[in-house]
Each structure stands twice: as C-alpha cells, then as structure tokens.
C-alpha cells in the first residue's frame, strides 16, 4: 500500500461521510494482504511441525532450501516473527505438540 493512499484513507474515512468505492478498495486491498501474510505463516509453521514429527528438523541453510522450493518463509523471516532462534523455534514447535499430545 503506497503512503498517499494510507494517508487517504485516515484524512476520509474519519469525516463521516459515504463509504466511496476507492476506499472500500483499499480496505479490502489492506485486509486481504494481511490474511495472505497470515497464512503463508501457517502454512510454513505445519510445514516445520510436520518435520519435527517426521524427525527430520532441517537447520537453517535446509529450511531456506525447502521454503524456497514450497513458497514458504525462510529461516530468517521465521526467526525475526517468532524473535527466537533457529533452535528455540524447534524446541518451541516441540513444545506445542507437547501441549497438543497432553490435552
């Protein structure tokens, strides 16, 4: 989303008048690029969980090979959302299927 249209959505959408198309579109530009985002997530999250349970948790240089191949994130990306590090990513996966297992 380019900033005029940021800024065009906060200087109108506040004044109370009618929803016009344009921001409407841009709403829903804004809503479906963040669910996108979410589940490319997801998907890259049971990705590694399916390899945990495989035993076969690669390292990191694997991991970018695989989310490559797969349109998946790689190990960085993964690493700055979750702010941990490669190895306490796996531990904390590990954990959830723990927790999972247990209830």
Known sequence: ????????????????????????????????????????YKETKKRLTQLIIEGNFPNSREWNK???????????????????NWKQIETKIIREIKDILAS
């Open 1 to 40: 989303m380019e900033k005029e249209d940021i800024k065009y959505l906060l200087l109108n959408f506040t004044k109370g008048q009618e929803i016009e198309e344009r921001k409407v579109e841009l709403i829903m530009k804004l809503y479906y690029q963040r669910r996108e985002n979410l589940q490319n």
């Open 66 to 84: 695989i989310a490559q191949k797969e349109g998946l994130y790689s190990s960085t990306s993964i690493q700055y959302i979750e702010n941990l």
